[in-house]
């Protein structure tokens, strides 16, 4: 049987799509556009690589850290070459897809799909023209980006990788740039903002932890979540109201999360006010919508700070 058909079995049952540890693109690209043709959860074993946090928040995707892969009926490994890479995530029963020069992991799996090419992501797109899935934006976005970076932005890569991200770009509408752009912030008007943000923030020290809180005037709160989490945040939180929407995102330093406890995505949903939106992302980072107050939010996530840093 060919592995498509495999996926197409899991289709409506309870899957996990498992990357390897610290998830790169092509790992999160692969792994979400079969969750989202499968319709399963998107799991890690421990965290996601820092460059990807950008892809993950426009998918919006909630990526689960360390998930119980015994609760999931199927688990399909993606862009893994050996064991150690799913650490203490390593299920007793896997597919896998992967493109990796050598791969121990196969051994190991029920079946799957193995092919020494540039990146899983294209290995995703072949089982998925296979199956004839029309690609949506999200898709195609998660596929391209994960061509573009396991080809190190076409430096290397074979004719298939090339081949597959034009037809990618063609069925869903997206640019090269609107890949590229969630690797780089370059706009000198954005970069002004950023500045601006960071001379209004506000800083609360709870816990002996620094936590920076402040909005900025350009749709980029992703970007200066993270310029003042550089700057030396704990946690540093951005808001960004545009009509009567508010967006916010917030980074979690790795220690303080671990010391506490806390997972990012779960802070926001439940902070008071904050139940009415979508949050989504994973232990370290979120990212929050929905219509209300931005400056009443703000106090409220301070506040629920002050709750959880204190005790
Ligand atoms: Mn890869």
Same mark, same amino acid.
């Given at each position: 049987m060919k592995f498509s058909e495999t996926i197409a079995k899991l289709? $409506? #049952?309870?899957t996990l799509l498992l990357c390897h540890d610290q998830a790169d693109s092509d790992a999160i690209g692969a792994a979400y556009a079969l969750a989202r043709y499968i319709g399963g959860d998107v799991g890690v074993p421990q965290a996601v690589a820092t460059h990807t946090y950008r892809l993950i928040e426009e998918l919006e995707l909630s990526v689960i850290i %360390?998930? *119980? &892969?015994? +609760?999931?009926?199927h688990v399909v490994v993606v *862009? %893994? %070459? !050996?064991p150690v890479q799913l650490r #203490? +995530?390593?299920? &007793?029963k896997f597919w896998f897809v992967d493109h990796h020069?050598?791969? *121990?992991l196969q051994k190991l799996a029920l079946g799957g799909l193995y092919d020494p /090419? +540039? !990146? &899983?992501c294209q290995l995703v797109y072949r089982l998925l023209k296979e199956l004839g899935v029309k690609l949506d934006r999200k898709t195609g976005l998660a596929l391209a980006a994960g061509i573009m970076t396991d080809t190190i932005n076409f430096h290397k890569g074979d004719a298939e990788a090339f081949r597959s991200f034009g037809e990618i770009l063609d069925a869903t509408g997206l640019t090269y740039e609107a890949i590229q752009?969630?690797? @780089? &912030? *370059?706009e000198r008007r954005d970069r002004g903002a950023i500045c601006q943000a960071a001379i209004n923030a506000e800083q609360h020290e709870i816990g002996g932890y620094h936590v920076l809180v402040a909005t900025i005037c350009e749709n980029i709160p992703t970007f200066a979540a993270r310029a003042l989490f550089d700057l030396g945040a704990d946690v540093s939180v951005v808001g960004y109201t545009r009509g009567e929407e508010v967006e916010i995102r917030m980074y979690i330093r790795q220690e303080l999360a671990a010391n506490h406890k806390l997972d990012a995505a779960d802070v926001f949903r439940n /902070?008071? $006010? @904050? #139940?009415?939106g979508t949050a989504w992302g994973y232990s370290l980072f979120a990212g929050y919508r929905a219509k209300g107050d931005l400056k009443t939010l703000l106090a409220n996530i301070v506040q629920s700070f002050q709750e959880r840093l204190r005790s």
């Open positions: 289709k $409506g #049952e309870r %360390a998930p *119980d &892969t015994a +609760s999931y009926q *862009d %893994a %070459a !050996s #203490e +995530s390593l299920p &007793t020069p050598e791969n *121990d /090419v +540039s !990146s &899983t752009r969630l690797y @780089m &912030t *370059d /902070v008071p $006010g @904050m #139940e009415k």
